[in-house]
Nanobody
Framework: EVQLQASGGGLVQAGGSLRLSCAAS????????IGWFRQAPGKEREAVSC????????YYADSVKGRFTIFSDNSRNTVFLQMNSLKTEDTAVYFC???????????????????????WGQGTLVTVSS
C-alpha cells in the first residue's frame, strides 16, 4: 500500500523558512515522481514543485522559483521542500502526491496536473504571518 506522510508545516514570519517532508512507502523509490501542491482558503489546489526519477529532474511553479527547492533522499524514501523567503501568499495547506511506475521522467507538461498523480498524502498547514 502506497502511503505518503507530509510534515513540517507551521507558523513562520514573512521572510522566514520552513522545510516540508514527504515520507513515502509502499513503492520502489526509483521510478516515481513526487509533487508538492498547495491549497489556500477559497482557492483551487495548485502545483508548487515536483521531483522525478530517474534523473532527479525538478520543476517549479513560477511563483516559487528561486525561493523553494525540492530534493529527495532516496535512502530515506523522503522528498523535501525547502521553502525560503516565505511570503504571506504562500500560506496554504501543502500536500505531497506521487505517481509511480514511471519508465521515464514525468513530462514537463504533466507534472503540474493534479490528475497525473495516483496517491496523495494528508496536508500540512503552512501559515506565513506579516
Amino acid at each position: 500500500e502506497v502511503q505518503l506522510q507530509a510534515s513540517g508545516g507551521g507558523l513562520v514570519q514573512a521572510g522566514g523558512s520552513l522545510r516540508l517532508s514527504c515520507a513515502a512507502s509502499g513503492f520502489t523509490f526509483d521510478t516515481y515522481a513526487i509533487g508538492w501542491f498547495r491549497q489556500a482558503p477559497g482557492k483551487e489546489r495548485e502545483a508548487v514543485s515536483c521531483v522525478s526519477s530517474p534523473d532527479g529532474s525538478t520543476y517549479y511553479a513560477d511563483s516559487v522559483k528561486g525561493r523553494f527547492t525540492i530534493f529527495s533522499d532516496n535512502s530515506r524514501n523522503t522528498v523535501f521542500l525547502q521553502m525560503n523567503s516565505l511570503k504571506t501568499e504562500d500560506t496554504a495547506v501543502y500536500f505531497c502526491a506521487a505517481v509511480t511506475g514511471l519508465r521515464a521522467g514525468i513530462p514537463s507538461n504533466v507534472w503540474y496536473r493534479i490528475h497525473a498523480y495516483d496517491y496523495w498524502g494528508q496536508g500540512t498547514l503552512v501559515t506565513v504571518s506579516s
